[in-house]
């Protein structure tokens, strides 16, 4: 699946590998007990993050990725947004280290 990745003034386009979607499966389920103990998300402690929060949290470690060039981390991050919001057509990362204002487009339909 082919997604935008948006940081800054910089656009650059992924093709995420569908099987990278379930070839991931064990990564993401530990991913998501993980995160069902809570998430530090910049400064506000979340309890139990929503699907929404999830996928910042992800994203949030695709940017970590970036700046590690961490190929293989950043296309995981992108499958497990892709896999739990199949309609993302554009993620948009903050620079800035805000999390929360990590923000998602869908596919616009036709």
């Known amino acids: ?3 935008k ?3 800054e003034e910089r656009v650059e386009e992924f093709d995420i ?3 990278l979607m379930a070839q991931g499966e064990d990564f993401f389920n530990k991913m998501d ?3 069902d103990k809570g998430w530090q ?3 506000v402690w979340v309890e139990s993050p929503s699907l929404i929060q999830r996928c910042q949290i992800a994203a949030d470690k695709m940017m970590s990725a970036i700046h590690n060039e961490n190929e293989k981390m950043f296309m995981l991050m992108g499958a497990y947004i892709l896999k739990n919001k199949p309609d993302t057509d554009e993620i ?3 620079s800035t280290g805000d999390i929360q204002t990590i923000d998602f487009l869908q596919k616009k339909k036709s």
Do not use: N, R, Y
């Open 33 to 35: 007990a993980d995160m």
């Open 92 to 94: 948009h990362l903050d």
């Open 1 to 3: 699946m082919k997604i």
């Open 17 to 19: 590998p569908d099987e």
């Open 5 to 7: 990745v948006l940081v």
């Open 41 to 43: 998300m910049g400064h």
